[in-house]
C-alpha cells in the first residue's frame, strides 16, 4: 500500500535546520531561541520573539529569514486553501525585504535563496507548479552562486548539498529539462557536501547529521539503523520538538516499524502552543490499520478529515475508513466511504492515485490478502504469513496470484529469510508478465535491494534497470527514483 510521503515537510526539515549559531552579530539570543521554537512548531512563541526582534533591528536579515517560517509552516502543515494568497503575499514581501537590505553580506544572499526556495515549496503544494519551478531554480542559482563565492560556508553545503541528491533522483527523461535551465545535481557531489556538513566540526553539526541521515537512508536502505538512532538521538535532547517527531513517524513507518512510529505519535506534545499538525492523524490511522486496530484507525482518519484543510490524502482517508469498516465487519460505513473516494479529493499523490484507482476498477477485496498486506506494511510479518496460509490461490485470476506471490515475498524478505524472498520475488515478475500490474517493478527493485546487501553488484544493477524499464504503473515516478538512487550507491 501506498506510504504517505508528505515530500514538503521532509524538505522543510532537511533545509530549514541551517542555521548558525557562532554568527552572534547577526543571529543574537532573540533570533535564535525564535529559531529554535519555529522548529519546534511552536509558532506563537516563536513570531514574538521576531517580532521583538525585528523592533529592535529592522534590518537583521537573519530575523527576517527566520519570521518567514511561521508563514511557510502554516502552508505547508495546515493546507489551507483559504490562507494562501495572504500567507504567500506575506513571503513574498518578506523576500523583498531582504532584497532591499544595503548589506552584502554572504547571509543576506543565503536568506534570499532559502525564502525563495519556501515560496516555491508553497506554490508547489497549491499546484501553481511552473511558477514554483522558477522559484526553486532561482533559489538553486542563488545556493551555487554562493558556493562559488563562499565555498565553506556549511549552511549552504546542506541546502545546495540536498538539491543536488534531488536533482540527481529525477528519472531520466525529465532530466534534460533541468539541465536546460541550469539546475544540474548528482547524487555524489549532494552526498559529498552534506557529509562534510554532518562531519566537520561545527556549532550546528547536530542538525547536519540528522539531514544526513535521513538523505542516506533515502539513497541507501542499509543505512536505516543509523537513520533510525540518529534521529532518535535528536529527540532525546528535543522531547518537545513536533517537528522532529513528524520526522521520526515519517521514517519508522517507512520502514516498517510501527510500534516504534507510534510511540511516538502517543509522546508528542499537544499542547495549545504548537501547530495544529492533523496529518499527524492520518499518519496514526494508518498505524492503527496495519496494527489491526480497526476502530482507533477510523478515529484518527475522522479526526484527519475534521481538522484537515488542505485537499491531498483525502482519497485516501476515505479509502482507508472504507478498509477499517470492511475488516471490522460495518459493511454499511464501509460501502459508504467506498463511494466517497471517487467523490472527493484530487489524484495528485500515488496515494490518492491508487484508492482512486482501486475504485474505479471496482476491485473486490480479499480478506486474506488484504489482512496480510496490511500487516506486512507494518511489519507484523508473522501475522500476515498467517494470513496468507488462509488463502488458496490456486485458480485465482492473474492479479491475486500475483499480489498473493509478491506478499509473501516481502513477507519473507521483513523475517530475514532471503532464499524464500528471492524465489518469491523471481515468481512475481513471471506471473506479471505481460501485464502492467505494479507488483512487478516493486519486486524487481526489491530483488535490486536484496542483492546489493549480498555485495552481488552486478545483478543488483540489472535488476534495479529491470525496476526502471516497467512502463505505465501507478508508482512509476517513485520506483524509478528509488532505483535510480540505489544504482548511484553502487
Not at 80 to 104: M, P, V
Not at 356 to 369: D, H, R, W
Not at 466 to 484: G, L, P, T, V, W
Request: proline share 3%.
Amino acid at each position: 500500500m501506498a506510504q504517505p510521503h508528505p515530500f514538503f515537510l521532509v524538505l522543510y526539515l532537511l533545509l530549514l535546520s541551517t542555521l548558525p549559531l557562532h554568527a552572534v552579530s547577526v543571529y543574537n539570543t532573540t533570533t535564535l531561541r525564535a529559531h529554535q521554537e519555529y522548529l519546534k512548531l511552536k509558532i506563537g512563541t516563536a513570531e514574538q520573539l521576531v517580532k521583538q526582534e525585528l523592533q529592535q533591528n529592522p534590518a537583521n536579515a537573519a530575523a527576517l529569514l527566520v519570521a518567514n517560517y511561521g508563514d511557510f509552516l502554516e502552508l505547508c502543515v495546515q493546507q489551507d486553501a483559504t490562507n494562501y494568497d495572504a500567507l504567500l503575499q506575506s513571503q513574498e514581501n518578506r523576500l523583498l525585504q531582504i532584497e532591499k537590505l544595503k548589506s552584502n553580506s554572504t547571509w543576506k544572499s543565503y536568506a534570499q535563496a532559502e525564502v525563495k526556495m519556501q515560496i516555491g515549496i508553497s506554490k508547489l503544494l497549491f499546484g501553481n507548479k511552473l511558477s514554483a519551478a522558477w522559484d526553486i531554480r532561482q533559489a538553486y542559482l542563488q545556493y551555487a552562486f554562493i558556493a562559488r563565492r563562499h565555498p565553506d560556508f556549511i549552511p549552504n553545503k546542506k541546502t545546495l548539498g540536498m538539491l543536488q541528491v534531488l536533482i540527481g533522483s529525477v528519472p531520466d527523461n525529465y532530466r534534460w529539462f533541468l539541465n536546460i535551465i541550469g539546475m544540474k545535481g548528482s547524487i555524489k557531489s549532494g552526498l559529498s557536501n552534506l557529509r562534510t556538513a554532518a562531519t566537520q566540526e561545527n556549532p550546528f553539526q547536530e542538525e547536519a547529521q540528522l539531514m544526513y541521515a535521513i538523505t542516506l537512508q533515502l539513497v541507501d536502505q542499509e543505512n536505516e539503523r543509523q537513520a533510525i538512532q540518529l534521529i532518535e538521538s535528536a529527540i532525546k535532547i528535543q522531547p518537545d520538538n513536533l517537528l522532529f517527531r513528524f520526522a521520526a513517524m515519517h521514517l519508522l513507518k517507512k520502514t516498517k516499524h510501527s510500534e516504534q512510529a507510534l510511540r511516538h505519535f502517543l509522546n508528542r506534545p499537544v499542547s495549545s502552543q504548537y501547530l495544529k499538525f492533523p496529518y499527524l492523524q492520518h499518519m496514526a490511522a494508518d498505524l492503527y490499520l496495519y496494527r489491526g486496530d480497526f476502530d482507533k484507525s477510523v478515529a484518527h482518519n475522522l479526526t484527519f478529515l475534521k481538522q484537515h484543510k488542505g485537499e491531498h490524502y483525502i482519497k485516501a482517508a476515505h479509502f482507508k475508513l472504507y478498509l477499517a469498516y470492511y475488516l471490522g465487519n460495518h459493511q454499511p460505513q464501509a460501502l459508504w466511504y467506498y463511494n466517497k473516494v471517487s467523490e472527493l479529493g484530487k489524484e495528485e499523490i500515488e496515494e490518492d492515485k491508487y484508492a482512486a484507482k482501486y475504485v474505479m476498477n471496482q476491485e473486490k477485496p480479499i480478506k486474506p490478502l488484504l489482512l496480510a498486506r496490511l500487516q506486512s506494511d507494518g511489519g507484523y510479518y508473522k501475522e500476515a504469513l498467517a494470513a496468507l496460509r488462509a488463502l488458496d490461490t490456486t485458480k485465482a485470476a492473474t492479479p491475486v496470484q500475483a499480489e498473493f506471490t509478491y506478499r509473501k515475498a516481502r513477507i519473507f524478505h521483513g523475517l530475514q529469510d532471503t532464499i524464500q524472498a528471492v524465489k518469491f520475488y523471481k515468481n512475481t515478475i513471471a506471473i506479471c508478465d505481460d501485464t502492467n500490474l505494479y507488483f512487478a517493478p516493486h519486486a524487481a527493485l526489491q530483488l535490486g535491494y536484496l542483492y546489493k546487501e549480498q555485495k552481488q553488484e552486478a545483478l543488483a544493477k540489472v535488476y534495479f534497470q529491470k525496476a526502471m524499464s516497467y512502463k505505465d504503473h501507478e508508482y512509476k515516478n517513485s520506483i524509478d527514483a528509488k532505483a535510480k538512487l540505489a544504482l548511484s550507491a553502487l
